[in-house]
C-alpha cells in the first residue's frame, strides 16, 4: 500500500488542557496500534482481540462509566474527542468502542440496578466483556416500536423469543441490551428492556452480514429461542423499553457522528497530502483551484460536524436533554462525512478507486455512518418534531 506524509489536521476548540491530552494519546495509540492493521482488519473482517484488549486497558472501553465500576470516568466531551481519534485510523474499531460505550455501558449505568452493575457493568467498562445492543429486526428498523420479538412472564422471570438484526458487536458480544415486546396491545409502551447473556440457552448468533464498510465490525443476526432469562434481567421498568432505547441513542449518535468526522478528517488528511505531491499540468494539485475548492469545502464542513458534536456533548455533560442537538450532529456529520469521502476519491482519481491507498476503505466505511442509530431520514424526523414541540410548548 503506498502510503503518504499525512498530518493531523484537527481543532482543539472548547478542549480542556485535559482532553487536548487525551485526544493526542489517543492519536499516538491509534497511529501506532490501530492504524497500521487497518487494512487487514478490514480485508479479514475481524479486529484481532489483543488489539480490543489493548483499547480496554486504555480506558477506551468504558470512558464514561465511573471509577468505581471500573470505568475512567470522563465527560462526554472527552468521549466523543477520543472516538474522532479512533476513527480516523479505523471505523471497524472505532465502532466496536462507540456501541460498547454509548449503547451498552451508558444504559446500563443510567437505568441498571445495582446488582446488574456489580454483575455487568465491571467487566463491559474494562473490556473483559464487549456488549451489543438488540433494537433492529428484519421487519422494524426505523419503526422500532414495531418490533416483534416477544417477552412473556413465567415463574423464573422471561421467556424471550425472536429474531434481532443488523446487531454490531454481534459475534463478540458477551452480554446484549435486548429489546422485547412484553405487552403488544399497549405498542412501544409494552416495550421492555433485558440483560441478555450470550451463554443463556436458546440464545443464538445465526449468521454474520457481509458488508460494503466497516468490514472488521461484526454485524450479527441473533435468534432468540425460548431463552429463559432471569426476573432480575429485567433492566429499568416493565414497559419502559422504548424510552431506555431512545434516550441511549440520543448518546448512542453523537459517537456515530464523532466516527464520521474521524472518517472525513482521514479522508481530508490523505488527500491533502496526495495533493501536495502529485503533479498536473506542471504543478502540484494543491495549486489547482478545483482542488483547492474540494478541500476548502472538506475542511469547512469537518469543522462544522464537529462544533454539533461538541455542542451536544458539552450539553450533555451539563445533564440536559440532547435529543435534538445529538440529531443534527448525527445528521450533518454522517452526510458531510460522505460527501467528503467522495471528494476523497475524486482527488486521489484513479488511484482513490485501488486498494493501494486508504481512500477507498474510508469511502466504503462512510456510507454506514448515515444508516445505523438512525438514518438521516430519522434524524430529520426527530429534530423537525423537537422544534414544532418547543414552539408548541
Ligand atoms: N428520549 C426519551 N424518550 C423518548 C425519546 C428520547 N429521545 N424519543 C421519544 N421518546 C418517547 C416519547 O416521549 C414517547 O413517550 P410517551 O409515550 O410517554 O409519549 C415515546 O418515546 C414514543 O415516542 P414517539 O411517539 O416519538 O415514537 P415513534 O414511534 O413515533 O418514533 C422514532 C420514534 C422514529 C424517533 C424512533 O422510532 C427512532 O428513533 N427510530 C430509529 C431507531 C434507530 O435509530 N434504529 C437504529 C437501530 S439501533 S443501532
Known amino acids: 500500500m503506498a502510503s503518504l506524509s499525512r498530518k493531523s489536521i484537527?481543532?482543539?476548540v472548547f478542549l480542556s488542557p485535559e482532553d487536548v491530552e487525551l485526544a493526542l494519546a489517543a492519536r499516538n495509540f491509534a497511529q501506532k496500534e490501530i492504524e497500521p492493521l487497518a487494512a487487514e482488519i478490514d480485508r479479514k473482517h475481524e479486529i484481532p482481540a489483543d488489539l480490543i484488549k489493548k483499547m480496554a486497558d486504555l480506558g477506551f472501553l468504558g470512558m464514561n462509566v465511573e471509577q468505581k465500576w471500573g470505568g475512567a470516568e470522563m465527560s462526554?466531551?472527552?468521549?466523543?474527542?477520543a472516538l474522532e481519534e479512533i476513527s480516523v485510523a479505523c471505523a471497524s474499531s472505532a465502532v466496536l468502542m462507540s456501541v460498547n460505550n454509548s449503547l451498552v455501558c451508558a444504559p446500563l449505568s443510567r437505568f441498571g440496578s445495582q446488582v446488574q452493575k456489580e454483575k455487568y457493568l465491571s467487566k463491559l467498562a474494562r473490556g473483559e466483556w464487549i456488549g451489543c445492543y438488540c433494537l433492529?429486526?428484519?421487519a422494524s428498523g426505523s419503526d422500532a416500536a414495531a418490533m416483534k420479538t416477544r417477552a412473556v412472564k413465567n415463574s423464573k422471570g422471561w421467556v424471550l423469543n425472536g429474531v434481532k438484526n443488523f446487531i454490531t458487536n454481534g459475534r463478540e458480544a458477551n452480554l446484549a441490551i435486548m429489546y422485547a415486546m412484553t405487552n403488544p396491545d399497549a405498542k412501544h409502551k409494552g416495550i421492555s428492556c433485558f440483560l441478555v447473556e450470550k451463554e443463556m440457552p436458546g440464545y443464538v448468533v445465526a449468521k454474520l452480514e457481509e458488508k460494503l464498510g466497516i468490514r472488521g465490525s461484526s454485524t450479527a443476526q441473533i435468534v432468540l429461542e425460548n431463552v429463559q432469562v432471569p426476573e432480575e434481567n429485567l433492566m429499568g421498568v416493565e414497559g419502559e423499553g422504548?424510552?431506555?432505547a431512545m434516550n441511549t441513542l440520543d448518546g448512542g449518535r453523537i459517537g456515530i457522528a464523532a466516527q464520521a468526522v474521524g472518517i472525513a478528517r482521514a479522508c481530508l488528511e490523505e488527500a491533502a497530502a496526495y495533493a501536495l505531491e502529485r503533479e498536473a499540468f506542471g504543478k502540484t494539485l494543491s495549486q489547482l483551484q478545483s482542488i483547492q475548492n474540494y478541500v476548502a469545502d472538506m475542511s469547512a464542513k469537518i469543522d462544522a460536524a464537529r462544533l454539533l458534536i461538541r455542542a451536544a456533548a458539552y450539553k450533555k455533560d451539563k445533564g440536559e436533554n440532547i435529543t435534538r442537538e445529538a440529531a443534527e450532529a448525527k445528521l450533518f456529520a454522517p452526510e458531510?462525512?460522505?460527501e467528503i469521502a467522495v471528494k476523497g476519491v475524486q482527488i486521489l482519481g484513479g488511484y482513490g478507486y485501488t486498494s493501494d491507498y486508504p481512500m477507498e476503505r474510508h469511502f466504503r466505511d462512510a456510507k454506514i455512518?448515515?444508516?445505523y442509530e438512525g438514518t438521516s431520514e430519522i434524524q430529520r424526523l426527530v429534530i423537525a418534531r423537537e422544534i414544532f414541540k418547543s414552539i408548541e410548548s
Open 242 to 244: 422504548f424510552k431506555i
Open 76 to 81: 462526554a466531551l472527552s468521549y466523543v474527542t
Open 369 to 371: 455512518t448515515e444508516i
Open 136 to 138: 433492529s429486526e428484519p
Open 10 to 12: 484537527w481543532s482543539d
Open 336 to 338: 458531510s462525512c460522505m
